[in-house]
T-cell receptor, first 115, second 117 residues
Framework: ETGVTQTPRHLVMGMTNKKSLKCEQH?????MYWYKQSAKKPLELMFV???????ENNSVPSRFSPECPNSSHLFLHLHTLQPEDSALYLC??????????????FGPGTRLTVL | AQKVTQAQTEISVVEKEDVTLDCVYE???????LFWYKQPPSGELVFLIR??????QNEISGRYSWNFQKSTSSFNFTITASQVVDSAVYFC??????????????FGTGTLLAVQP
């Protein structure tokens, strides 16, 4: 079974829509992450959760709202997005969030297009 | 500040050629970790290797090998006898082991490798 899954794989939404991205990890990890990958830019860390508690928020606009109901599931709620938010959104998990730098394992991503 | 530079934006080779992907990093910490990930067209980042700053031994895994040189702050990745399935974007990443800090990966911009049949 794939370690980290993400749904949907593709999403097209208007600027006034509300949608959610879902991530699930089957690795028994305690930390989960959201990254944004835009064209021609390095991956940007958005949020880090450790044991369902948010431990990092990298100055992400409030139109992105994460939720971690348990250590296996992570959501990213989207509302009133802008076209520049179009990107590949990647979820990852690791055994622990640090500081010993466990390896992060990534899902396949959700390709988001905002019209 | 931490930084990872992958100067090669795109590389194109013919199958069976050897190819080296460069990675240069910057950090002020003495303890840190380096990673390589592969991103095929499907989008998922596939973990390839993790090295810590105290282990400068080169590593070989099948057709893959990694050369870690602290003196030049480089962690280069070589694919021997490349195959079409190696076509992907390859990312180098750095993480510092700071006490109390979260596991933050700093990624390079990636190198797109195209292996032609």
């Amino acid at each position: 079974e794939t370690g980290v899954t993400q749904t949907p794989r593709h999403l097209v939404m208007g600027m006034t829509n509300k949608k959610s991205l879902k991530c699930e990890q089957h690795l028994g990890h305690n930390a989960m992450y959201w990254y944004k990958q835009s064209a021609k830019k390095p991956l940007e860390l958005m949020f880090v959760y450790s044991l369902e508690e948010r431990v990092e928020n990298n100055s992400v606009p409030s139109r992105f709202s994460p939720e971690c109901p348990n250590s296996s599931h992570l959501f990213l709620h989207l509302h009133t997005l802008q076209p520049e938010d179009s990107a590949l959104y990647l979820c990852a998990s690791s055994q622990d969030p640090g500081p010993n730098t466990d390896t992060q394992y990534f899902g396949p991503g959700t390709r988001l297009t905002v019209l | 500040a931490q930084k990872v530079t992958q100067a090669q934006t795109e590389i194109s080779v013919v199958e069976k050629e050897d190819v080296t992907l460069d990675c240069v990093y910057e950090t002020r910490d003495t303890t840190y970790y380096l990673f390589w990930y592969k991103q095929p067209p499907s989008g998922e980042l596939v973990f390839l290797i993790r090295r810590n700053s105290f282990d400068e031994q080169n590593e070989i895994s099948g057709r893959y090998s990694w050369n870690f040189q602290k003196s030049t702050s480089s962690f280069n990745f070589t694919i021997t006898a490349s195959q079409v399935v190696d076509s992907a974007v390859y990312f180098c990443a750095l993480s510092e082991a700071q006490r109390g800090a979260t596991n933050k990966l700093i990624f390079g911009t990636g190198t797109l490798l195209a292996v032609q049949p």
